[in-house]
């Protein structure tokens, strides 16, 4: 099986001191890479039976639109403030240096299953957030998956629930 990593380009220092960053522009823009990524991904969730795959904005949709079409199922967008028509339910979350605010429209989830997906799982404020949104509508978040999970920052832990990542690191 491939290896994964070969296509994720790290960055000191980026976006300051003492970070980083895990790229994955590389992985984008090979198709060899995007489709293991769809695979082993639509592989792991798909023991969950969700409904819906939940795309946090923005590089979650990347992945979500991806896994749901090959799992035959939903997807729902779940948006920085002010990206949404419509009815909204909204939420905020702290950042490291501040907040930031999450949005997605209305819908009827009642006992619908759903997995919510981003690119990286750090500190887990963005993926609780839309947990949050979701179980506001009576979704039953079933799990999250992830490209890249940080594990020294221990977002996991704070989610108390299944989270699938394809890679992870401890630094």
């Known amino acids: 099986m491939d290896n994964l990593e070969k296509w994720i380009q790290t960055f000191p220092n980026f976006p300051s001191r003492g970070v980083l960053f895990r790229d994955i522009s590389p992985l984008l823009a090979d198709p060899v890479a995007l489709r293991i990524v769809k695979e082993r991904l639509c592989e792991s969730i798909k023991p969950l039976k969700p409904d819906y795959i939940a795309g946090i904005d923005a590089r979650g949709f990347l992945f979500s639109t991806l896994v749901a079409e090959k799992l035959e ?42 997995v919510i997906m981003d690119d990286l799982l750090a ?11 979701l179980e506001s509508q009576k979704a039953e978040v079933v799990g999250g998956a992830v490209i890249i999970e940080l594990k020294s920052l221990r977002g996991a832990e704070l989610l108390k629930m299944p989270i699938i990542s394809l890679l992870s690191y401890d630094d």
């Open 73 to 114: 199922i939903g997807s729902l967008m779940v948006r920085k403030s002010g990206k949404l028509p419509g009815k909204i339910v909204e939420k905020s979350y702290d950042l490291e240096y501040g907040s930031n605010n999450l949005s997605m429209q209305i819908k009827q989830l009642d006992k619908k299953k759903v």
């Open 123 to 133: 500190t887990g404020g963005s993926m609780q957030c839309s947990k949050d949104l």
